[in-house]
C-alpha cells in the first residue's frame, strides 16, 4: 500500500543527491553570489567543464546517443516556433527597453553576425549538455516521475541563471526550461532541443533582450 521510500535512500542515491545539490544549486549560487560579474564567464566555463566530465562518466552513457532521434522534428514546427519567439520577444522588448530594441542590428550588425554564429556551439550546445543528458541520464534515479520532472528540470535551468539578478531571465529560462525538456524527452532528440535553444538564443540577441545575458548589465539586490 505504501511506497518503500527505502529504495531511494541507498548510498549510491545519497552520493547522486549531494553531487546533484553541490552542481546544481550550490555552484549557481556560489557564481551568483560571491563572484564578482567579471568573473562569470570563467567560472561558468569550469562550471561546464566540470558538468561534461560527469556526463562523460555516466554509467552507460554514449556520446553517440546524443544522436538518437535527430530527425523527430520538422522544419514547419521549427519555423513557427522562431515566429512566434520572434512575436514574443519584440513585445516584449518594446514594453521592457524599448531603448535596447533590435540595438545590435541597427549598431553593431557584425557583433550580431558573431553572435549569431558562435552562440549555437558556445553556449546552446553546452547549456543542453548539462541540463539535458546529464540532469536526466545520470540523475535519473532520484528524480521524480513523469511532468514533475520537467517542471524540476525547468526550475533548475532557471535557477542556474541566478547570476543575471533578473525577474525577466528567471521567466524566460524557466519557459524554455520547460519546452527544451519536452523536446528531449518527450520528442527523444536533443539535436532538436539544441535547435530551439540556438534559435530562441539568436532571436533573443537580434531582438535586444541579450541586455538582460550581459554581464556588464548585471546589479545584485545586495
Not at 516556433?81 to 514574443?88: I, K, N, S, T, W
Not at 521592457?96 to 554564429?117: C, S
Not at 524566460?172 to 532541443?193: H, I, K
Request: glycine share 6%; net charge positive.
Amino acid at each position: 500500500m505504501f511506497e518503500d521510500l527505502s529504495l531511494y535512500n541507498t548510498p549510491t542515491n545519497r552520493r547522486l543527491k549531494a553531487e546533484f545539490g553541490l552542481f546544481f544549486l550550490a555552484a549557481p549560487i556560489v557564481i551568483a553570489v560571491l563572484l564578482p560579474p567579471t568573473m562569470m564567464f570563467q567560472a561558468l566555463f569550469a562550471f561546464t567543464g566540470l558538468g561534461l566530465g560527469l556526463l562523460h562518466f555516466t554509467p552507460g552513457f554514449q556520446w553517440a546517443e546524443l544522436w538518437h532521434g535527430w530527425r523527430n522534428w520538422t522544419w514547419r514546427e521549427l519555423a513557427l516556433f522562431a515566429v512566434l519567439m520572434l512575436a514574443l520577444c519584440t513585445g516584449l522588448i518594446y514594453v521592457l527597453r524599448p531603448e535596447a530594441a533590435f540595438f545590435l542590428l541597427r549598431q553593431r550588425p557584425e557583433l550580431l553576425a558573431v553572435i549569431w554564429l558562435a552562440y549555437p556551439l558556445v553556449s546552446a550546445l553546452p547549456q543542453e549538455l548539462l541540463f539535458r543528458p546529464l540532469f536526466f541520464r545520470r540523475y535519473a534515479a532520484i528524480l521524480p516521475e513523469g511532468p514533475r520532472a520537467d517542471l524540476l528540470n525547468a526550475a533548475i535551468f532557471s535557477f542556474a541563471h541566478l547570476m543575471y539578478w533578473s525577474w525577466v531571465v528567471a521567466l524566460m529560462t524557466f519557459a524554455g526550461g520547460l519546452l527544451f525538456s519536452w523536446a528531449y524527452r518527450r520528442r527523444g532528440s536533443f539535436v532538436y532541443a539544441m535547435l530551439l535553444h540556438a534559435v530562441a538564443g539568436n532571436i533573443l540577441f537580434a531582438v535586444g533582450m541579450g541586455v538582460y545575458f550581459y554581464s556588464g548589465n548585471v546589479v545584485r539586490p545586495f
